[in-house]
Structures are given as structure tokens and as C-alpha cells.
């Protein structure tokens, strides 16, 4: 006979454990409420999946054997465990426990683990999941019910969903301090058609929104890289390889320390939105109800402000000072 528990139940398990217990089939029929023949069918069929015998019979009643005190371990295992997964969903019902899944769309790091780490001491029982990508692996994810929410820039058309404004998300166009363009006032698009562009990698929102502003222009970059992350381009920038289009969320620092500048074409910066989203089909739980909920009173709180939005120009020495609590309900 060859060894397959895969298909053990918690049934014969019980019935074994209940003979070994009270030495008797009797005795193991009064500990799990049935009768003896059943007790005696299941004992027969873990038997037959364990391969090995598993009691003895004695004077003193029915031991485990070798085999069967392996079995007794794996039942001790598997009660913890199922006791663990009851507490646990007991948690859960009551909102006081529970784990979170949570995608983030790389641009918004510059916010969401401090109102992750605001959300995490406020419920320290519940666990949160965070997953950081770009926009086309963070939606995949919400699209394969991965994620129970998500913060992006603009929500896709092809799912059905639930969107909470957070607040503006500021496009801009950045170039290192010395630019041949640094002191223009003014530039338009073609004012940028020699100019080499740092690209984000294929997927990311940021890019997407580049790519529909340059064809909305009528110019076609000069793409000199293409890069997947906000702090190796600003690098690049820095370093005169090209210039950037960037979200302002992540500049505030470098053009505080004049470290990057802003280039002043006009219509930029272009102001988009954060939201919050989740698929409309897909049911919450307590802890991820709490946390939407969190989000969409606090989350307007953590945005960055890198920018006097009437003048479209660096906010000298401002820093990202959270706003009341309540801003940016919907």
C-alpha cells in the first residue's frame, strides 16, 4: 500500500484521535457525537490512505502505532491551525484583525507609506499587503481580484469600479539647472522638438500621459532613454542627459535644493487626479472597508505640494505639509 493523505478529512482524523484517546471505539463515538460503525468506516478509510496500520489493539484498549503517533502529530498541527484560522476570522467579523492587499502605483511612494504607517498604528491588528508597480501591473492585479484596493492616476475604462478622489497630481516638464532653456520665461512644445527626452518604461501612466501630450503637440521625441524609475530619471536629468516629464510629486526636494528646475511650457504643469479604486464586484471585507474608508477621509492629507497651483511654479521652501483632516472627500 503506498502512502496518500492528500484526501484525509478532519472527520477521520477526529475518529482517530478519539480512540486513541479514550482507547475504544465506544469511547471515540462519544467524543465525536456518532456512532460506532461510523467511527469504525473512518478509522478503515484513513487506514487505507495512511498505507501503514495505524492502531494497536491491547489489553488496555487501542494504542497508536508508530505510524499512528505521526498521525497524531499531524492532527495536533492541524487543530492549532484551524483554531489559529477561526480566531483569525473572528478578527476579521470584527474588523479588529484581518490582512489588506493594497497596490500603489510607483509615482504615489512619495505619499502612500506614510498613510499606510498612519492607518497601521491607528489598527494594528490589521495586517496590510502592500504591492508597489507600474500602472499596468498594479491594474493586472486588480483585475485578477490580487488587490482588494488601488491608488492610480487614471482609472482604466475596461473595469467596472468603485473610484474615490484623493487629489491634483501635477505633470511637469524638468531639466538640470545649467538647460539651454533655463532662463526662457515662456517655451511651447516646439520649442522642444531638439531636445532628448527621459522616458518612463513602457506601462507606467506617466508615460501614457506623455505620449497622448507630444501627439496632442505633434512632436515626436527623441527618446534617449527609457527608464522604470522616478529617482533614476530625476539622476539622468541631473546629470544634462536629457530632460523629463515627470510627476511633481516626486521633484519637490531637488527643485527646492535647486538640484532640477521646471521648464515654464505653457499649458504645464498639467494637473490629473490620485484616486482610490476597487473592483465594484469584489466584496470587502471588514479590515479592507476600514482602510477604504481610512483612505478616502485621510489620504488628501499625505500629498505632496510642490507648487502654487495658480503660478505653476515651485513653492520656495514650502514643504508637504498634510492638510486638515476631511480635505478631499468625495
Request: charged share 25%; glycine share 8%.
Amino acid at each position: 500500500m503506498s502512502t496518500n493523505l492528500k484526501n484525509v478529512t478532519l472527520k477521520q482524523l477526529r475518529a482517530f484521535a478519539g480512540t486513541v484517546e479514550s482507547g475504544s471505539l465506544t469511547g471515540a463515538a462519544e467524543r465525536v457525537g456518532v456512532t460506532q460503525p461510523a467511527i469504525s468506516l473512518q478509522l478503515q478509510n484513513l487506514q487505507e490512505l495512511a498505507g501503514l496500520p495505524l492502531l494497536q489493539r491491547t489489553p488496555e484498549g487501542f494504542v497508536a502505532t508508530e505510524a499512528g503517533e505521526e498521525i497524531m502529530q499531524f492532527y495536533a498541527r492541524v487543530s492549532v491551525a484551524l483554531r489559529d484560522c477561526m480566531e483569525r476570522l473572528a478578527a476579521i467579523r470584527g474588523a479588529t484583525g484581518g490582512r489588506v492587499s493594497v497596490g500603489a502605483v510607483s509615482t504615489s511612494k512619495y505619499f502612500v507609506p506614510a498613510v499606510m504607517g498612519a492607518f497601521a498604528r491607528r489598527f494594528p491588528e490589521i495586517e496590510i499587503k502592500l504591492r508597489i508597480g507600474n500602472r499596468s501591473e498594479i491594474l493586472d492585479a486588480l483585475r485578477d481580484f490580487s488587490l482588494d484596493i488601488a491608488i492610480t492616476g487614471r482609472p482604466p475604462d475596461d473595469l467596472v469600479l468603485e473610484t474615490h478622489t484623493i487629489g491634483p497630481h501635477p505633470h511637469i516638464l524638468i531639466a538640470a539647472p545649467d538647460h539651454r532653456l533655463r532662463d526662457r520665461k515662456r517655451l511651447t512644445f516646439a520649442d522642444l522638438r531638439d531636445e532628448i527626452f527621459i522616458n518612463r518604461e513602457a506601462g507606467s501612466g506617466t508615460r501614457l500621459l506623455m505620449e497622448r501630450l507630444l501627439e496632442d503637440a505633434k512632436i515626436k521625441p527623441r527618446v534617449g532613454m527609457e527608464l522604470d524609475s522616478n529617482e533614476t530619471i530625476k539622476q539622468a536629468v541631473m546629470a544634462g542627459l536629457g530632460i523629463a516629464f515627470i510627476s511633481g510629486h516626486t521633484t519637490a526636494t531637488e527643485i527646492q535644493q535647486g538640484r532640477l528646475i521646471t521648464l515654464p511650457v505653457e499649458g504645464l504643469p498639467i494637473e490629473r487626479n490620485w484616486y482610490i479604486v476597487r473592483q465594484a464586484e469584489h466584496h470587502l471585507l471588514p479590515p479592507a472597508a476600514k482602510l477604504l474608508n481610512f483612505l478616502r477621509a485621510e489620504c488628501a492629507q499625505y500629498l505632496p505640494h510642490p507648487f502654487e497651483a495658480e503660478k505653476g511654479k515651485p513653492a520656495a521652501g514650502r514643504r508637504a505639509v498634510p492638510r486638515k483632516p476631511g480635505a478631499g472627500r468625495d
